[in-house]
């Protein structure tokens, strides 16, 4: 019989309860906080001994829990330890990005459903062991990575437009910028940078903002190399770049000392995008050409 770890906010007690004995009445062990952490004992140890123990992990992911520490570090050690990690949706929420690439079992709607496909995950899981987490590195990354980023996008608004543009861009740009880069956790996104001397600079970077996809020129950090120091440069690139737009979304002049954000609507289509590259790979051929490489 399989017994799994129960990873859970204190806040959704309620779905929790319903959980853990939906599956003791399955025949499926369960390991929990509330019933298995004795009186006096040392919390962070039990907690790590009872992941140590099971043979999975079944994370019930609502609001709370999303933004809970302590549920984040529980799946990333299941991970070390190559546990199989499953996800029961219990509420309307962004799946967070070192979840988003487990399937998960949809208890909002039917909770019966979801228990039973639930269920089933983990008895599968339980007769496949080595293949029951073979995508986890990608699936358990706190920080965003290709693997991860991608599909987050894909739960936006807008979600499926925004994906494709930025997996476009994100893929030029590894064939002409020097490095691409990940990073943040509250507005995750990637950097298109080119090296000037020492430092690596960046030319744009697309970031999921929460209402929206978007990518960004640092007109204000360009500001600093040839030819941007000059304001008549920066404004240049902005006239280029307000062409992608309709006039009445287009830069004051003054976003040439700022960063102007494009939403990823105005890139869909493939001439768009291209005229955004053109004008990007400008920005790039301009900083190589007039600042020193080494």
């Not at 062409?243 to 287009?250: D, G, M, Q």
């Not at 105005?266 to 291209?274: G, H, I, N, P, V």
């Amino acid at each position: 019989m399989p017994k799994v770890f129960i990873s859970h906010s204190n806040q959704d007690s309620d779905q929790t309860l319903y959980i853990t004995d939906s599956l003791k009445r399955a025949g499926i062990g369960v390991w929990v906080d509330f019933e298995n952490i004795r009186g006096g004992a040392d919390w962070l140890c039990e907690i790590q001994a009872g992941i140590e123990r099971c043979d999975a992990v079944v994370v019930i992911l609502s609001a709370a829990s999303a933004k809970s520490v302590w549920v984040e570090r529980e799946c990333l050690y299941a991970h070390q330890l190559r546990k199989p990690v499953f996800t029961a949706l219990v509420a309307d929420i962004l799946i967070p990005l070192h979840l988003i690439n487990i399937q998960y079992c949809d208890l909002r709607a039917g909770p019966a459903q979801g228990m039973a496909r639930l269920v089933d995950s983990i008895r599968s899981a339980g007769q496949s062991d080595e293949a029951a987490n073979q995508d986890a590195p990608a699936a358990l990354s706190r920080q965003p990575i290709e693997a991860n980023f991608f599909p987050y996008l894909g739960q936006l608004p807008d979600g499926e437009m925004a994906a494709t543009v930025a997996l476009d861009l994100f893929r030029w740009a590894r064939a002409v910028a020097d490095e691409v880069a990940f990073g943040g956790e509250t507005r995750p996104g990637f950097q298109a940078r080119v090296v000037l001397g020492q430092k690596l600079v960046t030319v744009f970077s697309v970031r999921a903002f929460r209402r929206r996809t978007a990518v960004q020129i640092p007109l204000d950090h360009l500001a600093v190399y040839k030819p941007f120091t000059r304001r008549t440069a920066r404004e240049a690139s902005l006239r280029k770049l307000n062409k992608l737009l309709p006039k009445s979304a287009r830069f004051d002049a003054d976003r040439a000392d700022r960063r102007p954000t494009i939403p990823l609507h105005y890139l869909a289509d493939a001439k768009s995008r291209e005229t955004f590259k053109r004008i990007a790979l400008s920005i790039i051929a301009e900083l190589r050409s007039r600042n020193p490489q080494s």
